[in-house]
């Protein structure tokens, strides 16, 4: 009954906040900054090395090779921030901005066979904004929601090598409503832009495991976008545009027993977005740099004259982002934990919190200062033996 | 302890995603994708102009015409049916209200028809068709009606005109001479624009009555009024359906337009915020006097058109639709119509329009007017955010 009621308090965090509120989106596709799994990302990572039974980032397919047990991971990041913007008189405002994602994990009962899939709903911003432009009364209230779904498939070619391939289906909308009360003709005009993306793509992994060491690599090709755009219900000329390609490569160390490292660059190319069809977005290629680590901490204690021993994970991670937005810098230290509230072994929370900062040029200069707490439910189950 | 850690965890993110959402309400903001409205701007009307005519029954007038408009001679056609009356009550009057009066010289002629007519074949040239009129002797016991007819009803600020008829009724009475009703028509044709309107039995008020005096039981006089049956007026009909380069309006006569927005490099997606079309050059006073309109009423909105889009431009097969009441005003010292509504329809029909101007009672009258010169359309538009 308790885990009943825990589960639905989750779902109910998740379905009153769904929404965030960014003014990323006006001019780029989003925040990418939580991406990949809660521990992962207290990590500083998206992670493309973990390759271990605790890992449920489906972001390098590869790594789904090692587990046994199917994995389910269902998260959510909640930002909260304060923006900086030159174009504001005010000094800060603050906002805040969720990150929802649901992770699979499935081994198939043919040997070194497994299968993974993730839903993530990278950008879901509402932001409304109301002022007074040469004596009009003017509201805005711009939506985007695009999200992505993979799946894929891994195969252990020998004990040291996985290689994947995966599809992926981006889908999404937007709307970006003008409200405008003008005194000139005593009416409202109301303009409301709608779009509607659609695009499918691959990627490919790899991951090569030599005892402590694992080095994996992942490649999406750019692919196509189709958008659906309509003015006040008009549908109008749609073309599409390439959603920039990602290579990302990783390594990590494990001694085995209680320690890892790993570390992460990631390379999108966002200065090649042609999408000055529909709005005007001045981009640069991403840079990202992560390093991480997690140690496993181990407290003897004793009760009731026995002697019990808890492990803890440690998490803690830093990353660096050059470029992606205009002119844009973005770095996060982030901490977390794993904790086991059931008797089961099978099931955990994973906790982030994130402190960062990004700075970029959108029309003028914006500044972001952020703190993420995060939270997601990990569940294992085995349904056969693979081995 | 973990439970409670956890709890606290769920606590704090529970509490931060209730952070601040809503409207951002700004000041000194300024967005350079929401546009001033422009100045006042000229958009091109095609020379392809023209006039198209629609036929009308004449029977549902709710005035009554006798004179001369458009060089065409116009006849008000009245039905007694005295069935009611005591023929002891002598004398009878018909009483008929003035509507507007342009007359040059007050000089009418009535007199009784004495051929039969058919209310659906009935014109200016034909009782029947097929068949003829002789006005001069198909129109017999003639009246003059004069300035001494004409009389002011004090309470209703109107004048009416009286005449006698009662060897009319005498004479119908004796059912050897069959009642074909009367005709009122104007003696001096020498003027064009020359007419004199009354109340019709479909107006309002003020309908044309047959009134006599009788005596009641206190030996007072009292006034008795009896409806008439029918009446109508009838004028010269137009072989042609349309008429190139030439503009009319009213009487059945549309002034038909094209507008292509493209041409003067209005997008389609703009917003007007106001549109006006000019008539620079007409006659005020014919104006007022053919749709019944002051000029002083202008700024209370009582002074309407209709305009419409014009389906099928073809003549043989003329088709309206999209009716859109607009304000007449003075712009700029000149008539103009306020159609800035109706514009807005142009989204619809890739961004040009046929459209044609109708007055607010439509058809069944004599209200014509020529147009001079072509029309300007002049608009102030908004550039509509993009994105």
Redesign the interface.
């Known amino acids: 009954m308790k885990k009943i009621i825990l589960i639905l308090?989750?779902v109910i965090?998740s379905l009153?906040?769904i929404n965030g509120?960014t003014f990323l989106t006006q001019y780029t596709f989003g925040r990418l900054n939580n991406i990949g799994d809660i521990r992962s990302i207290s990590m500083g990572l998206r992670g493309l090395s973990l390759y271990d039974s605790q890992n449920s980032s489906t972001i390098n397919p590869a790594t789904s090779t090692y587990s046994d047990d199917i994995i389910i991971s269902l998260g959510e990041i909640?930002s909260?921030y304060n923006i900086n913007y030159d174009?504001?008189?005010?000094d800060f405002?603050?906002?805040?901005f969720?990150t929802p994602y649901f992770n699979i994990v499935f081994p198939s009962p043919l040997k070194n066979l497994s299968f993974s899939a993730y839903f993530n709903s990278e950008i879901n911003s509402k932001?409304?904004?109301?002022?007074?432009?040469?004596g009009e009364k003017?509201?805005?209230l711009f939506q985007k929601n695009i999200n992505k779904i993979q799946f894929a498939t891994a195969y252990k070619v020998f004990d040291q090598l996985s290689l994947s391939i995966g599809g992926l289906y981006l889908f999404g909308n937007e709307e970006?409503k003008?409200i405008?009360n003008?005194e000139?003709?005593n009416s409202t005009?109301e303009?409301i832009?709608k779009y509607k993306y659609e695009g499918y793509g691959i990627k490919f992994g790899t991951l090569l495991n030599l005892d402590n060491f694992t080095f994996s690599g992942m490649f999406r090709p750019s692919f196509q976008v189709d958008i659906n755009r309509s003015?006040?219900d008009?549908t109008l000329e749609s073309k599409p545009f390439d959603y920039p390609q990602n290579l990302s490569l990783g390594i990590a160390y494990s001694n085995n027993d209680n320690f890892l490292i790993s570390g992460e660059y990631i390379n999108e190319n966002w200065s090649n977005l042609d999408y000055t069809s529909?709005?005007?977005f001045t981009m640069e290629d991403l840079y990202r740099y992560g390093l991480g680590i997690e140690y496993l901490l181990e407290i003897k204690k004793k009760k009731n004259y026995l002697k019990k021993k808890?492990s803890i994970p440690i998490r803690t991670g830093f990353y660096y982002q050059k470029g992606y937005y205009n002119e844009g810098n973005e770095y996060g230290f982030s901490l977390g934990t794993s904790?086991?509230?059931f008797k089961s072994e099978k099931a955990r929370?994973d906790?982030i919190l994130t402190i960062g900062k990004k700075d970029m040029i959108l029309?003028t200069n914006y500044e972001e200062t952020f703190?993420n707490?995060?939270?997601s439910f990990n569940g294992r189950d085995k349904w056969y033996n693979t081995k | 302890m973990?439970?409670l850690?956890?709890s606290f965890?769920?606590v704090?993110?529970?509490i931060?995603?209730c952070?601040?959402?809503?409207?951002?309400?700004?000041?000194?903001?300024?967005?350079?994708?929401?546009k001033?409205?422009s100045s006042l701007t000229d958009i091109s009307l095609s020379d392809d102009f023209y006039t198209h005519r629609q036929k009308y029954e004449p029977s549902s007038s709710d005035e009554l015409w006798t004179g001369y408009s458009k060089n065409r001679n116009i006849k008000t056609i009245v039905e007694l049916s005295p069935v009611e009356i005591d023929l002891s009550n002598q004398p009878f009057y018909l009483k008929m209200y003035i509507k507007r009066d342009t007359l040059t010289f007050f000089d009418l002629s009535m007199g009784r028809i004495i051929e039969d007519w058919e209310l659906s074949e009935i014109t200016i040239d034909e009782r029947k068709e097929g068949e003829p009129w002789n006005w001069d002797t198909d129109v017999v016991d003639i009246k003059t009606i004069t300035d001494a007819n004409k009389y002011y009803d004090e309470d209703n600020d109107k004048y009416y005109i009286k005449i006698d008829i009662t060897d009319y009724i005498l004479s119908w009475d004796n059912e050897e001479i069959e009642n074909n009703g009367i005709v009122i028509y104007p003696n001096n044709t020498s003027n064009d624009y020359d007419f004199i309107s009354f109340y019709s039995k479909n107006a309002d008020s003020f309908k044309p009555k047959i009134i006599y005096e009788t005596l009641n039981t206190e030996n007072e006089t009292e006034i008795n009024e009896v409806d008439i049956y029918s009446d109508f007026h009838i004028a010269d009909t137009f072989s042609n359906n349309t008429y190139n380069n030439q503009l009319f309006l009213g009487d059945g006569y549309y002034p038909i337009f094209n507008v292509d927005f493209d041409l003067s490099n209005i997008d389609?997606?703009w917003?007007i915020?106001?549109g006006y079309l000019i008539f620079k050059n007409l006659d005020s006073s014919r104006l007022e006097n053919s749709f019944d309109i002051n000029l002083s009423d202008y700024e209370n909105g009582d002074v309407q058109f209709y305009i419409a889009r014009v389906k099928s431009d073809n003549p043989e097969d003329f088709i309206m639709d999209n009716f859109y009441l607009c304000d007449a005003e003075i712009f700029e010292g000149y008539f103009a119509l306020n159609i800035?509504e109706f514009l807005k329809i142009r989204?619809?029909y890739d961004n040009k329009l046929n459209f044609g101007i109708l007055p607010f009672r439509n058809l069944s009258k004599f209200r014509f007017l020529e147009i001079y010169d072509k029309p300007e359309l002049k608009i102030?538009y908004?550039e509509?955010?993009?994105?």
Request: charged fraction near 25%; charge should be negative; avoid cysteine.
């Open positions: 308090f989750l965090i009153n906040f509120e909640i909260n174009k504001f008189s005010e405002y603050k906002r805040n969720t932001l409304q904004l109301k002022f007074e432009q040469n003017i509201n805005e970006n003008y405008i003008t000139y003709t005009e303009d832009w003015f006040d008009i529909y709005q005007t808890i904790i086991k509230p929370f906790l029309d703190i707490f995060g939270i | 973990k439970k850690i956890f965890f769920l704090v993110i529970f931060f995603s952070g601040k959402k809503g409207p951002i309400e700004l000041s000194n903001y300024d967005d350079s994708n929401v001033d409205a389609i997606k917003e915020l106001e800035t989204s619809q102030i908004r509509n955010p993009e994105g």
